[in-house]
């Protein structure tokens, strides 16, 4: 995944830690996604095993709109809930406090702390165009709260994408900006007893991108 250049709308975009794709786009945001696995053309260089290169989607002729919500909860989890482990044949014991460590369910919305406090995802975007017809307008946006099938771990992520386009004669400018946000902490089965041990990850990322496009 180190080896793969990841493109939006010409630009890249990678984290500079591991090289992998920097930030998240939500699907409403994406027009059109290319995946080039083999042979590739010089000006895209930097990749050995691939092109992945995402143009964004503009706004429409009408005003558009969508909304949605996916919930997770429809089936509860048997290990979300107190006390799930204590049967383990070898359980923990704290020595310094004489006590047995018991599971306690974690719940990433308290950990987190939300504006919205629910679990699920929440998507939509608005698309139309600008007044006196000076161009077009899209957003889009994905809230996510989503907590781990398994005893503890979480990962909640928001993404937000903007674009205003004007045209200029015969070519076109456009002006947008992407926002991503996730918080997550994974699973592992040695932090059961002590979930608020394990490591929380917190990745922001915010894109500006101004294109002009001539035709000749």
Do not use: C
């Given at each position: 995944?180190?080896?793969?250049?990841?493109?939006?709308?010409?630009?890249v975009?990678?984290?500079?830690?591991?090289?992998?794709?920097?930030?998240?786009?939500?699907?409403?945001?994406i027009?059109?996604?290319?995946?080039?696995?083999?042979?590739?053309?010089?000006?895209y260089?930097?990749?050995?095993?691939?092109?992945?290169?995402?143009?964004?989607?503009?706004g429409?002729?009408?005003?558009?709109?969508?909304?949605?919500?996916?919930?997770?909860?429809?089936?509860?989890?048997?290990?979300?809930?107190?006390n799930?482990l204590?049967?383990?044949?070898?359980?923990?014991?704290?020595?310094?406090?004489?006590?047995?460590?018991?599971?306690?369910?974690?719940?990433?919305?308290?950990?987190?702390?939300?504006?919205?406090?629910?679990?699920?995802?929440?998507?939509?975007?608005?698309?139309?165009?600008?007044?006196?017809?000076?161009?077009?307008?899209?957003?889009?946006?994905?809230?996510?709260?989503?907590?781990?099938?398994?005893?503890?771990?979480?990962?909640?992520?928001?993404?937000?994408?903007?674009?205003?386009?004007?045209?200029?004669?015969?070519?076109?400018?456009?002006?947008?900006?992407?926002?991503?946000?996730?918080?997550?902490?994974?699973?592992?089965?040695?932090?059961?007893?002590?979930?608020?041990?394990?490591?929380?990850?917190?990745?922001t990322?915010?894109?500006?991108?101004?294109?002009?496009?001539?035709?000749?």
């Amino acid at each position: 995944s180190n080896e793969v250049t990841f493109l939006i709308d010409g630009q890249v975009v990678e984290n500079p830690v591991n090289k992998e794709f920097g930030g998240i786009i939500n699907n409403y945001a994406i027009r059109e996604l290319q995946v080039l696995s083999g042979t590739f053309n010089a000006e895209y260089g930097k990749a050995m095993s691939g092109i992945i290169n995402i143009v964004t989607n503009e706004g429409s002729e009408k005003i558009t709109a969508k909304v949605e919500y996916t919930s997770p909860m429809l089936n509860s989890s048997p290990y979300r809930k107190e006390n799930a482990l204590v049967q383990d044949a070898n359980p923990i014991y704290d020595k310094p406090n004489n006590l047995r460590l018991f599971y306690k369910e974690t719940d990433g919305l308290d950990v987190v702390d939300p504006a919205f406090p629910y679990e699920g995802n929440f998507s939509g975007f608005l698309s139309g165009p600008l007044p006196a017809n000076l161009g077009s307008f899209f957003f889009s946006g994905e809230y996510d709260n989503e907590n781990s099938w398994l005893p503890f771990g979480y990962a909640f992520s928001r993404s937000a994408f903007s674009k205003i386009t004007f045209p200029v004669f015969t070519n076109k400018l456009s002006v947008s900006i992407q926002y991503s946000d996730r918080n997550t902490q994974r699973y592992n089965h040695r932090y059961k007893y002590l979930p608020e041990t394990q490591g929380h990850w917190e990745v922001t990322s915010t894109r500006y991108a101004l294109n002009y496009n001539h035709v000749f």
